[in-house]
């Protein structure tokens, strides 16, 4: 075999170990980027500053790519989860800025945080009110229950004092009793507190009945939804339709005797009596 032979021979094995070592080299450099690839996770981000208190649309959404160690406890992996066709709504209770990730604990129902003011309805208030075994139905009014709010106050009338009832709410959502707010309750509880849902009318009636005279609840059959027909009880109520007035006092002339006494005549219904007084 001639020495040219040789070289060429020399020369295509070199190239063929030259090749060898790039093709390596490549996969190998590809090899972290598929890896780290397949070590991301999807994350639900804000796309734009979302306030406190505003339910939570598709355009405020959007999904990025967080490494799979370092995904945020709490978040969700697709919009869907918080914004699906039969997903309810979900309403932020704390702000969040562009790109920060949308945690359950930022969000109202399903498994994220409860909060009050998130499951308001719009446009309604929570008011608390005293309770006691008595003005609080002995301790059968649990969150998820209705109730009409009353409230006993005495008025005057005239020269006189009556004591009345009047409502001041009526078929209103009782929230939570004491700290509880667990629609699932079912257990009786004699709480010092019961918060309801009224509206914004309501909740200044109440509070200004709280401190001119006594509010207590009235617990409604769960499926009564009937609007009251009396709003205002008075003690003369409390006789009946049917009783029979007192008879008006009629008073006699007075007439003055020679000793210096004065005759009073009364008479009552049927009865006449008569009376004898010093005139001054």
Known sequence: MSLR??????LAILLGLIAVLVVRGVMTSQRPAAAQMAAMTPVV????????GVELKPAMLKTV?????????????????LVGKDTPARITVRSMIANEPVLAAKLSGGDGKTNLSGTLTPGMRAVSVRSTDVTGVGGFVLPGDHVDILLTRTVSRGESETTITQVLAENSLVLGVDQMSDQDADKPQVAKAVTIEVTPDQAQAVSLGLSVGEVSL????SADVAALTKKVTSVADLAGPGARKPAPVKRAPVRRSD??????????????AGYSVRAF
Do not use: C, K
């Open 218 to 221: 009235s617990l409604r059959q």
């Open 65 to 81: 790519n967080y490494p799979s160690d370092a995904v945020p406890a709490g978040s969700f992996r697709s919009a869907d989860l």
């Open 259 to 272: 000793a210096g006494m004065t005759e009073v005549r009364v008479t009552r219904g049927v009865e006449t």
């Open 5 to 10: 032979t040789l070289a060429s021979f020399a």
């Open 45 to 52: 981000v804000a796309m734009m500053p979302i306030e406190r």
